[in-house]
Every structure is written in C-alpha cells, then in structure tokens.
C-alpha cells in the first residue's frame, strides 16, 4: 500500500468516526426535554403560522440524534425537505443568554422571533422577557451569540 492510500484509508477512517460522533454531540448541546427539541413544539409552525404550535408525538422527526414534533403530516414533510432551515439557532437555547454571556439558558418556546429566515427563541418567566433585551441590541448580541455558540460546539 502506498503513502497515499495509507493517508487516504486514516483520512476516511477519522471521517467516519467523526461523523458517527455527531448525532450524540448534537443531542449534548441540544435544548431537550424528554428528548425533544423546544419542549415539543412544531418548528415549521413558527415559520408558515407565525405562531408557536404544540406538535405532536404521532409526526415525530429525528433529525441527526435531535428529535422534533409536528402539529401534521405537512410541517413534518416541509422539515425534512430542510431540516437545518427549521432548526432552533444555538440548539434551542436562549438566544439574549448566548449572546449577552455564553450560556445556556431555557427558554419559553412561545417567545421567539424570526430574523433572516433563522429562528431563535427567548427565556421568559418571572416578569423577565428577553426578547425584549435582545431587540434593544439585536445585531450586537446575535454576533456575540454565534461566536459564543461555535465556542460550546467545538
């Protein structure tokens, strides 16, 4: 065998055990109760409804080890056409906490915003909506939050 295909045989062998890692990567950082990403909710709904939807068990989705619930059979189909265009930004975590300082915060799946076709969502209990603090900066704390989000990731 020679240098090359020796390379090439490691090379393919790291690859695919990266990518075996990745479902259970994904789910680590993921926001999940239950095993389910935003507690249940139907995230197509947020895009075509402009609303937060319960899904439901019956239009369950596993999408690379992180599963979703669909209200019905049309979300379910229009996620799997582009899952990553329906997916939380920041794993389904706050989206004003990752920006303002790096962590993940819950959040209520009924306090989100669109922005650029993403879909992040908010904390929001005890008289503490951070929406609202994330629209006083929204650009700012979103670049904050995608440089804070690829550190938790890598």
Request: aromatic letters at 14%.
């Amino acid at each position: 065998m020679t240098k090359r295909n020796v390379f090439l045989a490691i090379a393919m062998l790291f690859t695919v055990a990266i990518i075996a890692q990745t479902p259970a990567k994904r789910t680590a950082h993921f926001n999940l109760t239950d095993k389910v990403a935003i507690q249940g909710y139907d995230p197509v709904a947020y895009f075509k409804q402009k609303k937060a939807v319960k899904g439901k068990s019956a239009f369950a989705v596993s999408h690379q080890g992180v599963t979703y619930y669909f209200a019905n059979e049309a979300d379910k189909a229009a996620f799997l056409k582009n899952p990553s265009g329906y997916e939380p930004q920041y794993g389904g975590w706050c989206a004003f906490a990752m920006g303002d300082y790096g962590e993940k915060v819950d959040v209520d799946p009924e306090t989100f915003k669109i922005v650029d076709g993403k879909l992040y969502l908010f904390y929001n209990k005890f008289l503490n909506n951070t929406l609202k603090s994330w629209n006083k900066d929204e650009p700012a704390l979103k670049k904050k939050a995608d440089a804070n989000w690829d550190k938790i990731v890598k």
